[in-house]
Every structure is written in C-alpha cells, then in structure tokens.
C-alpha cells in the first residue's frame, strides 16, 4: 500500500505545466513498435534447413516424399490467403499472438490510450494488453484507461470492465486485485462501488454471516478510495463503521491514509487524536505520517503547528528531518508563493549535511517561474549543477517552458541544447514555441537546427515539424 500511495498522493508532486506529457517523459519510456497493432503482417511459414533441397547436397527424402511436402506447404498458403476477413479478426488487437513482450504489449496499449476516446475500444485496449496490478506500468495504463472513461462519463463501462476482470480471469480473482479494483473506483469518484466491492469480499452472499476477521489491505484502500474521490467526510465513517464491523486491527498505512484524508480535507487539527491512538495501540509515526501533517498544516497556513510538529518529530519520536521532509516543505512552500523563503529552507537544508535531491529543486525552480522570477530560477539551476545534483527531466522541461514563455529565447536554447543532449527532451508544444520563439526574434538557423534535431530523433513528427519548418521567416 505504501508503495501505491507514493504513485498516487497527492502530495508526491504539485502540478506541473502543460509542457509536461507523461508520454514525453523520459522515465517512463514508451516505445512504439515499427507497425502498429492495427496492421497485419505477413506470416511466413518457417522452413527447416532440411526441407530446401540443394543440387550439391543429396537430399535425404525421396522425389516423392518431397512432393508431398510441397503440397502440404502450398495447402496451408492456400488456407491463410482463403480467409482474410478470419485472420484478421484473429490478430485484430490480439497481443497475446505477438511476439512482444509483456512490458512492451503494455507500452503499446498505453501509447494508445492517450489519443482514444471510444469507450469500446479503450476496453478492448486493455484486454488485448492482459494488464496486471503486479507491474507498476500496467497500473500507469489502467489508471490511464479509468481516468478518460470517467472524464466522459463512461462510469457503467468501468463498471462492466473491473467485474469482467474478476470473474473471467482465474489470476485476477486475488485480494490484490480487489484492493486495487477499489482504489480505481475512487479515482473515477464511484465511492459507492468501491463500498460494494469491499463488502463483497468480506460477506457471505449464502446467509449474511460476515468472516471472522476483515482485510486491512482491502480497508486501507478503501479510505485511499474516499481521497481520491475528495470525499474526505467519508474517510471518517468508514474507518469508524468498517473496523468495529469487520473487526479490522488498523496498521500504520492505516493511520497515514487517515491523516492524509484530515490534511487534504482542512482538517489538519484532527490529525493529533489520531496520532494519541496511533501511541496507545503502539503503532509508531513514520516519516510518512509527519509529511503529511506537515504539508496540511501548511496548506492551512499554520505555520506554528508546523514548527510543532517538527519539533514533537525529534524530540518524542526521535525521527530527524530527512530530504523528504524538506521537499514537503519546500514544495508547500512554493505552493504559497513563497519561494524566497523556501530556497532560504535548502541553505539550512544544506547547512545541516542532508543532501538535496533533483525533485528539490525542481519544486524550487518551478516555484520561482509561476512567480515571474526566471532570473531566481535560472540560479537555482546554477547552483544545482555546481553542487554535483544532476537536473531530471522535470527540471529542464520547466525551464525551458517558462524562459520561452518570457520570451528568453536564448537561455531556453541553451537549456534545450544541453537537456537534448542528454536525451531529455521537452514535448512538442514546448519545442514549438521555442523554435517560433528564436525564429521571431531573428534566430532561424537555431530554429532550423533544433528542428532538424528534433526530426531525428522522432520520425513520427516529421510532417508536423515539417510544417512548422515551411512557415518559418526564409
């Protein structure tokens, strides 16, 4: 569960701009095979080395025998060419025949997904694919697939889709594939069916009679459910109601989940009832539990329940304030405009010997750009680099976006340049607006390089590029 939350919460990363597409995210690779699933291709019949009769070599069959063979091979041509309307229905989206491996068939359908809209095919698509909730690329993909089909209000298909998967798949019919059955029912806002599905798996349907003792897994999910639906009054009642009713033994996730929903929900007050239960069942905070009080006493500006939270971490719990604390900060921080203050944060952070991270300034980078200050977060990358802290994807994409948006067409190239050359590169919008951007201002032949870059690498652009070439000043 812990794992899956960091995945999912909300509080991993604050929105970034629109330049950033998780297809275009180096981290998470998606390659496209050379002929798309759509397209049939030619099945050659694979021949023996034994069967192809050399003048120079004696053939170990008979004149005979070797006829017989022929024929058999041009019967079955025959027999494939007969049905082409079968064969293609056979091999229609049908992975599972393909030689590619799991991960790539995953890939392909993810790729995909970004552009389907059809309900039907979005389903068929992850058929095809056989997704599993073991591998962390098929949960990308069938979050992927429940988000379109709930933000064009397809909700009886999701329905439809996460029962067909539990009752027709023999290796779905497992508690881990409930839980996360559950939690995609909470990203489409389907509260009420992810209620359901809980209690099917703890009921009896024969007489009512509920088992002896419930899933804490299953619990769990549930409440990551109800935030996800931002239905945080629900967490409460369900953490009440179904641990006396299933008589469910809360674990830490539990708590965290728990504390998570009160801070997200501007409840960040309630979190120390649940921290006074959490020392009487004897079940000890993490850094978890504390980032995420952190980061809602931030949301709600209490900035001294903040400091007593820190200071109750250390002295009572004896946890030390890790990187990922200060990112929690540094990110909150940001969120409230005042990144003045959070870079001064990364000097004590520093100061104290913990070693920032490329998501910590990247949240300070992206920080320092909404609040118009390019100059501030041109420095902060400096800095970054100086100090050996190797720039991710993220932090160059940001850059890049925003110094063309303030018309800094030559530090952008710089930064693209240096972020192209170590494959990093910026999605198509942002690239376009940077090429029209050095184009305008009198720099074509940067223009034209960058695009000629840029086609290299993605052949599947040429034309869109092509385009924007044409009408670039001669």
């Avoid at 509920?210 to 897994?217: D, E, H, Q």
Wanted: proline residues 5%; positive net charge.
């Amino acid at each position: 569960m812990t794992n899956l939350k960091l995945v999912l919460s909300s509080h991993t990363i604050f929105e970034l701009p629109p330049l950033i597409s998780t297809f275009t995210n180096p981290q998470i690779p998606i390659k496209h095979p050379p002929s798309s699933p759509y397209t049939l291709t030619h099945h050659t019949i694979p021949l023996k080395p034994q069967t192809l009769h050399s003048p120079h070599s004696p053939h170990p069959l008979s004149s005979f025998h070797l006829l017989s063979t022929k024929m058999a091979l041009f019967a079955r041509l025959r027999l494939q060419s007969i049905h082409p309307l079968r064969r293609l229905h056979h091999h229609h989206l049908n992975f599972s025949t393909s030689p590619l491996s799991s991960i790539s068939k995953t890939r392909v359908a993810l790729s995909r997904l970004k552009t389907e809209t059809n309900p039907e095919k979005i389903l068929e698509i992850c058929r095809s694919a056989s997704l599993t909730p073991e591998a962390n690329i098929d949960r990308i993909t069938f979050s992927v697939a429940i988000d379109k089909l709930a933000k064009s209000n397809n909700f009886s298909y999701i329905d439809e889709f996460l029962t067909e998967l539990r009752t027709s798949r023999p290796d779905l019919r497992t508690e881990q594939f409930a839980a996360h059955s559950i939690i995609l029912f909470g990203k489409a806002g389907m509260i009420d069916h992810a209620i359901r599905l809980f209690k099917e798996n703890h009921e009896k349907n024969q007489n009512g009679v509920v088992l002896s003792s419930g899933s804490v897994k299953l619990l769990n999910s549930l409440l990551y459910s109800c935030i996800l639906a931002k239905k945080y009054d629900e967490v409460k009642r369900v953490f009440v109601d179904f641990t006396k009713s299933y008589k469910i033994e809360p674990n830490l996730d539990t708590y965290n989940t728990i504390i998570q929903a009160f801070s997200e929900g501007g409840s960040s007050s309630s979190c120390y009832s649940i921290l006074n239960e959490m020392d009487k069942k004897g079940v000890k905070p993490n850094t978890t539990t504390f980032g995420n009080l952190i980061a809602g006493f931030y949301k709600e500006e209490k900035y001294e329940d903040v400091g007593k939270v820190l200071k109750m971490m250390e002295e009572d719990y004896g946890t030390k304030a890790g990187i990922d604390i200060y990112n929690i900060r540094i990110r909150s921080l940001c969120k409230l405009k005042r990144s003045k203050e959070a870079e001064a944060l990364l000097g004590g952070c520093i100061a104290r010997g913990v070693k920032p991270k490329a998501v910590t300034y990247r949240y300070l980078i992206f920080g320092f750009c909404k609040e118009g200050d390019l100059e501030g977060a041109k420095s902060l990358f400096k800095s970054m680099v100086n100090r050996g802290c190797k720039p991710d994807y993220y932090c160059y994409a940001t850059l890049v976006y925003f110094l063309s948006k303030g018309r800094d067409f030559e530090s952008a190239y710089r930064i693209c340049k240096e972020s192209m050359e170590k494959k990093l590169v910026p999605n198509s919008s942002t690239m376009k607006m940077l090429v029209e951007g050095l184009a305008s201002s009198g720099n074509v032949e940067k223009a034209k390089e960058l695009i000629g870059e840029i086609k290299e690498k993605f052949s599947k652009n040429v034309e869109l590029w092509n385009e924007v070439e044409a009408g670039l000043p001669q």
